[in-house]
């Protein structure tokens, strides 16, 4: 399970926003919540050679978990994880919003608490989106 700082304050996001969401995990691709990781693992989408999922082997997930059924799409997370879920959603269609996209960590974790302290779910959504 992920227990970092940053992680837990996305999942109070996450929680908030949807009674659906999914992690993007870079060794594991997209994994519910309850998901048991079997224990640590050195893989990122940051550095190829540590041998990241595939965007085939997520769309496969997404149209497996039908994750496509999904119209609107929030992304947390670094730039990394944002350019992959735009690889993977973008094609089908989805409304993708990154409402913290170009904060560093930081930042982006203090916007989410405000976020969630004034139930604003998309702050500078315009700024944030990406429609395809």
Do not use: G
């Given at each position: 399970m992920y227990t970092g700082s940053p992680f837990v304050l996305n999942r109070k996001y996450a929680e908030r926003l949807s009674e659906q969401w999914v992690i993007l995990s870079a060794k594991y691709g997209f994994i519910s919540p309850s998901f048991v990781i079997p224990g640590p693992y050195n893989v990122t989408f940051k550095k190829q050679k540590t041998g990241p999922i595939s965007i085939?082997?997520?769309q496969d997930q997404v149209r497996a978990q039908t994750l496509d059924r999904f119209k609107i799409i929030v992304g947390l997370g670094g730039k990394e994880?944002?350019?992959?879920i735009e690889s993977v959603f973008a094609p089908a269609g989805a409304e993708l919003y990154f409402p913290f996209a170009g904060l560093p960590i930081g930042k982006?974790?203090?916007?989410?608490k405000r976020a969630l302290?004034?139930?604003e779910f998309f702050p500078n959504q315009m700024g944030n989106s990406h429609r395809s």
């Open positions: 085939p082997a997520l994880y944002r350019a992959i982006a974790m203090q916007a989410t302290a004034a139930d």
